[in-house]
């Protein structure tokens, strides 16, 4: 994404989210952003909030932020649904150049370090350590170290820019009757034993084992349940022993018609699991309450649990979701802003989401709750994503690594269709990811 004027900014942003363009070009030097701008609220009576929820989940949002405003009746939080991810993505961008921003939006990591880099941004560590608004040393404890590490972004000092929304992890579900046909009482725990159960699955079934989704933090959390990282010194590993070994697997289980593809961001995969055609598939903890429906409460048919692990003993998944950011509008704003994001990520409140929504309560203290206790004696799995918080790791959040994600699409699909083998892909997309988290690099130091 390479921004060369001001009109670059908002092509780059689309771009960028369509995987069909290079780098935006840092406005930082030294690893530092670019001097903060001050923007006009897009409504100065309210403290407009982007976001994407829907349906059932957008009306408890709401609820919400009712519930708030009537505790904070001198500047309302308005609560705006403005499409999905992508479509946030492109309208904060095309704000960015208009000069004009809501209070705060929903963002992941990779798109919050290109607004870091436009001055768009409130570095929040001035709200945590606030003596009277702040968060005390207990209150940060208390949530998990992953979800807040994440929201730290190391090139630009360290500092805090966004905070923990909503947070799932990747999990594996498997069908517990096409498993017992194939003669298995419990799902893997290895990944070595997750290939055999799916060749078993074929061949006692002649069913398709597992249905794959282009995702590149599929790819990144099977790479941490192997041992690997990501990245070091800004250089990706993708051609390490442990990714090796997660690409290779995809290609196995291709090679030997034990897995298929699903068009990208499709959910076949869940039907799939539902009507009995497959054995296992690796989706967001979140998709726990739509798989439910699908299996019309018969919740003795399916579970879900940790995705396989190389070492059990010390296991890995990613974690992931949206995160909230405040921009820089006006003091009166940002502090409604900040209110609202402590409100909403207080112990109570965050266990009434997490509930409402199949989202993970992101407080250790959550495990206390009368009402978390029960939801986790209902069904023996609903503890399960809970439990990956101490373990799951986040994804690496500098700017560039939403185009390495694309790159991470382009080189599982070109595994799955057979256009290119394990090695090769691997190889080729080490190199291409290398060259744009170096011009990024490069150009934020110099």
Known sequence: MKLKSACGLILCFLAALTGCAGPIEETVTGGTPAALRTFQPINPDAAVFWDRQTTETRQLLLQLADEFNRLHPDLPIKVEHSGGYTEINRKVAASIQAGALPSMAVAYESMTAEYVQAGAVAALDEFTRDPQRGLSAADLADFFPAVLETNRYSEFEGKMYSFPFCKSALMMYFNKRVLADAGFSQPPNTWDEFLEQCRQVKEKTGKFACALNVDCSTVDGMIYSMGGELVKDHATLFDSLEAMRVFELIETLVREKLAYQITRDSYDDESALAQDQIAFLFRSSSGRTSIARL??????????????????????????????????????????????????????????WALGTGYIPIRRSAAQHP????????????????????????????????????????????????????????????????????????????
Not at 379 to 392: K, P, S, V
């Open 295 to 352: 299996m019309q409460g018969d919740m003795q048919r399916w579970g879900m649990t940790r995705i396989p692990q190389a070492d059990p003993a010390d296991p890995r998944t990613v974690l992931y979701g949206p995160n909230i950011v405040i921009f820089n509008t006006t003091p009166d704003q940002q502090r409604a802003a900040w209110e609202f994001v402590k409100f909403f990520t207080s112990p109570e409140i965050g266990v009434r």
């Open 371 to 446: 009402d978390v206790q029960a939801f986790w004696n209902e069904w023996e799995y609903n503890r399960a994503a809970f439990d990956c918080l101490a373990f799951a790791r986040s994804e690496p959040n500098f700017a560039g690594w939403q185009e390495v994600r694309e790159l991470v699409h382009d080189a599982e699909t070109a595994i799955l269709t057979g256009m290119k083998n394990a090695r090769a892909a691997a190889t080729e997309l080490k190199q291409a990811a290398d060259q744009v988290l170096s011009a990024r690099h490069a150009r934020s130091t110099r």
